[in-house]
């Protein structure tokens, strides 16, 4: 092909379509998937991000594997290094002191856990739609607790009678 001859687009085209399918199929997934993120960043206009209790925090798009794990484990038990792990998959690391540092509450990390595990999992909530979700879940086992721990949810008043009848039996004889 010289200068002076016409240029066939289409043979152009199928040239560039068949270079980008080389270099896709020798292309290795951690390549693939940096390509793919900083696509959606670039649509998005970069990574969204989040002020919580002064610390800014990207807003979590996907879940790691392992979070899903960490957070059956915290169901048994929650140690201070397996919060902070499960933190960490979500919000990036040392936030967790940050946020102590900075004063936040027991309510106020349930709700930004919520809002975080929702935009990780693709189903994005406002921190108020996760504040109704955490107060929710507070009252549910407020009542089940309740019900569960053995009180009878007595006003402290003497109890009524269930039956007319006497449920001892009357002795005959003295026991001396």
Known sequence: MSI????????????????????????????FWAEIQ?????????????????VRVNVPHDLP???DR???????????ESVRAMLVDLFGDDVLEQWVDAGMTQTEFRVVLMWGMSHGRGKP?????????????SEGKAKSSTRTSGKSGASGGRSKRTSGGSTSSRRTTSRT
């Open 4 to 31: 002076s001859e016409p240029i066939d687009h289409d043979d152009l085209d199928e040239r560039i379509d068949a270079a980008v399918r080389d270099a896709e199929a020798t292309q290795s997934w951690d390549d």
């Open 125 to 137: 909530l406002s921190f108020r739609e996760a504040y109704g979700i955490v107060r929710e879940q």
């Open 38 to 54: 900083a696509e959606e960043d670039a649509q998005h206009g970069g990574p969204a991000t989040e002020v919580i209790r002064g």
């Open 70 to 80: 960490r957070l059956e484990q915290l169901k048994g038990s929650s140690t201070d």
């Open 65 to 67: 594997l392992r979070f």
